[in-house]
């Protein structure tokens, strides 16, 4: 059951996030250091509060219908948004788009967060020993079940490819009878239709193993010499809990820097893409000079068609690495958990993505950027991602949730605005005037940071007792 809600909510995400991308592509490569940092002051202020609230649900025993709850919420708001992006769609109007760039990263983060904190206290109940601790089972089960929501990644964006290139089929056929602009916001329907799926599953008591309702560490604590176990803790005392335990604010700057890296590939991506899409529409008649999607031939397609040819571009390569990151999470992420220690494992994408950032820097082209984003995405999803899942474990169960919602959804958007302004004032500057290698240059010594974060995290990891795999 856990596997399956992470892999409808990852999915969800997928299904949609061609849409996002293509929103993006709409307003303006230009703009998208300012969407990056318009989503941190939103996220800041609800992370808080919904890391608090997710804190005391769960230690009340109540945590599974709490996500389930947040998890209809961001389906309700993801159905109203399809319907405005629909009767927006033969508009040139930028507010529904904006928002949805925006608000869909902030919606996976905090919906994947809440569910694998949901996961990880299932993990806590009815296991003895210290071989079948909390943090010893996330690390045997982070990589199949990270692998059960790359499933997701890959259902959901194979689903977006078939919807997108029949689209383009379809306006290929000539004549007035294209696509219909609405028809392209369908993929943020199958999204609400994927979170609230995911929100039945959750809130199941087989997630726990049949035992209850809530989370499996719900109605087992009591304390010693029998009584009452303890009141749930507010939200502000989850929060500050979670504040003051030294792991947590490890992970915190990690995810930070992590985050920072990932923002910076992805704005280097867009430049480097931009500045060869200028150089081949410089060479093309005008007629051809609008690329479908970024490294795609040209084609003279109506809007509605290049745009579905865009999507369905985004979505494919989101489903072709979908494949290799699971293959990674199911063949070699156990076995690496088992053999190296927790700051290596934690270390591995930001390396891989401070080797990619210099390559770019030296020959930006798509081809090299290509080659960087599949590099870091791989030790990323495969390893680094996974140990940073089973480093939540190791942390005291009160603040499980809290921790995991304020950092999964607060440490990376302000990793991103980080990346937004960095990318912003180079801009400014007149340094990506003629190349962006200087984008790619600069985020070394931020991959770099990042690798010296991921070993000071897997010391405090070891100093909690979630060490390697015994």
């Avoid at 490569?29 to 769960?58: E, I, K, Y």
């Avoid at 769609?89 to 949901?118: D, E, I, K």
Wanted: hydrophobic letters at 55%; proline letters at 8%.
């Amino acid at each position: 059951m856990g596997a399956l809600s992470l892999s409808l909510t990852l999915a969800a995400h997928f299904v949609a996030v061609p849409l996002r991308d293509e929103c993006g592509a709409a307003v303006g490569q230009a703009a998208l250091p300012a969407l990056f940092l318009a989503s941190l002051p939103l996220t800041g202020a609800a992370a808080p509060l919904v890391g608090g609230w997710l804190a005391a649900a769960g230690a009340a025993g109540r945590g599974g219908p709490a996500v389930a709850r947040l998890l209809r919420a961001l389906a309700a708001v993801e159905a109203v948004t399809c319907l405005t992006l629909a009767a927006t769609a033969g508009a040139s109007s930028r507010p529904p788009r904006v928002f949805y760039f925006c608000w869909r990263s902030a919606a996976n983060t905090v919906a994947l967060s809440a569910v694998w904190a949901r996961v990880l206290a299932s993990l806590g109940g009815g296991h003895g020993g210290a071989a079948s601790s909390p943090s010893s089972l996330a690390r045997r089960l982070v990589g199949p079940l990270g692998a059960a929501a790359t499933g997701g990644q890959l259902a959901g964006s194979a689903a977006v490819a078939v919807f997108s290139w029949a689209c383009v089929v379809w306006g290929r056929g000539g004549g007035s009878g294209g696509p219909p602009a609405a028809l392209l916001a369908l993929p943020a329907a199958g999204a609400a239709a994927c979170l609230a799926t995911a929100a039945a599953v959750v809130s199941s008591p087989l997630l726990d193993g049949g035992v209850g309702g809530g989370d499996a560490e719900a109605g087992t604590e009591e304390v010693e010499g029998g009584g009452d176990p303890p009141p749930p803790p507010t939200a502000a005392a989850a929060l500050a809990a979670a504040a003051g335990d030294p792991l947590s604010r490890a992970l915190a700057v990690l995810m930070g820097l992590a985050s920072a890296c990932s923002a910076w590939s992805y704005l280097v991506k867009q430049a480097v893409v931009s500045a060869a899409a200028a150089a081949a529409s410089a060479a093309l008649p005008p007629p051809t000079a609008a690329l479908a999607a970024p490294g795609a031939p040209p084609l003279p397609l109506p809007s509605v068609a290049a745009s579905a040819a865009r999507m369905a571009w985004f979505a494919t390569i989101a489903a072709a690495s979908a494949v290799g990151v699971a293959t990674l999470q199911l063949t070699a992420t156990g076995t690496a958990l088992a053999v190296l220690p927790p700051g290596a494992a934690l270390a591995a994408g930001p390396a891989v993505a401070s080797a990619g950032f210099a390559a770019v820097a030296l020959f930006p082209s798509p081809a090299t950027v290509a080659l960087a984003e599949a590099g870091r995405k791989a030790a990323d999803y495969g390893l680094s991602r996974p140990a940073r899942d089973a480093a939540f474990a190791a942390l005291p169960r009160p603040v499980l949730f809290a921790a995991r919602l304020a950092l999964d959804a607060l440490a990376p958007r302000v990793g991103d605005a980080a990346a937004a302004a960095g990318v912003g004032l180079l801009r400014l500057g007149g340094a990506l005037r003629a190349s962006p290698a200087p984008a790619a240059a600069a985020a070394v010594p931020v991959a770099l940071a990042a690798v010296w974060a991921a070993g000071r995290t897997g010391r405090a990891q070891v100093r909690a007792g979630a060490g390697r795999v015994v």
